[in-house]
């Protein structure tokens, strides 16, 4: 059986939701990715922040991306996956959600695998 953990990828690098918009343009700029989960506090998943909702959101909208926290940005609930769920949950977590052009985030009681804010 194929899990979460088997295909998707371990310790992902989080934004925190009150770290700015600036902050995670330069953390996806410096790790090659176009989206970062958000963390709060708690280390529990708030949702997904993409290069699009800073360039739409943010600078678009004429606001201040030192300004703006990464939560402010966050849309919707997070979904989430168990690690050790099988690949056809996976399916149809993905299909069922609302949020699905969003990727399904893997983690244990709603925490990614890695969460912890302001480790670049």
């Known amino acids: ?3 979460a953990r088997d295909i998707m990828t371990p310790d992902a690098e ?3 939701a009150d ?3 600036l902050l995670a343009a330069h953390k996806m700029a410096e ?3 176009g989206a970062l989960p958000i963390c709060g506090a708690d280390e529990r998943l708030k949702g997904v922040l993409t290069d699009r909702d800073i360039v739409v959101k943010v600078l678009a909208a004429d606001k201040d991306p030192a300004e703006i926290k990464a939560g402010e ?3 919707g609930e997070a ?3 168990g690690a050790d769920d099988d ?3 996976i399916l149809r977590t993905m299909s069922a959600s609302t ?3 969003r990727r399904t985030r893997v983690g244990r009681n709603g925490r990614p695998g890695r969460c912890r804010p302001g480790t670049a």
Do not use: D, K, R, W
Request: hydrophobic share 45%; net charge negative; glycine share 12%.
């Open 1 to 3: 059986m194929t899990t």
């Open 73 to 75: 940005l966050a849309q």
């Open 14 to 16: 989080c934004i925190g």
């Open 19 to 21: 770290e700015s918009a």
């Open 99 to 101: 949020a699905g052009h």
């Open 31 to 33: 790790l090659g990715v």
């Open 79 to 81: 979904v989430t996956i």
């Open 87 to 89: 690949a056809s949950e």
